[in-house]
């Protein structure tokens, strides 16, 4: 009996208003990465910082999932549904990623 795969493909991105960094989602059926990007450098060298989304929240297919920047432009925020779940970083001398904690809800 053939195997079906079901192929999921969610790409969402979103630039920051200074146009310096950019965030990127890209879900398939077997892995969801949050990428953050230095839009100053060349396209295959843009990637900054990754974080694997996949192992620590199930995402539901039909699960809307957008990429925004928050009103102080120096976060950018993923957001499942109306959850907001990993955010990245600017400020500072090195860019990060990580999961929400409770204060990240006031920056959106």
Request: charged content about 20%; cysteine-free; proline content about 6%.
């Amino acid at each position: 009996m053939p195997h079906h795969f079901v192929v999921i493909d969610i790409y969402e991105s979103a630039i920051q208003a200074t146009g310096q960094f950019g965030v990127v989602f890209e879900r398939d059926d077997e892995s969801a990465y949050f990428y953050l990007l230095d839009m100053r450098k060349p396209a295959g060298n843009a990637i900054i910082a990754a974080l694997d989304i996949s192992p620590a929240i199930p995402i539901r297919s039909d699960a809307p999932v957008r990429v925004r920047w928050s009103a102080v432009s120096s976060v950018a925020g993923l957001f499942v549904g109306d959850v907001l779940t990993a955010i990245f970083e600017t400020h500072g001398d090195e860019p990060k990623g990580r999961f929400v904690m409770n204060e990240d809800f006031r920056l959106f």
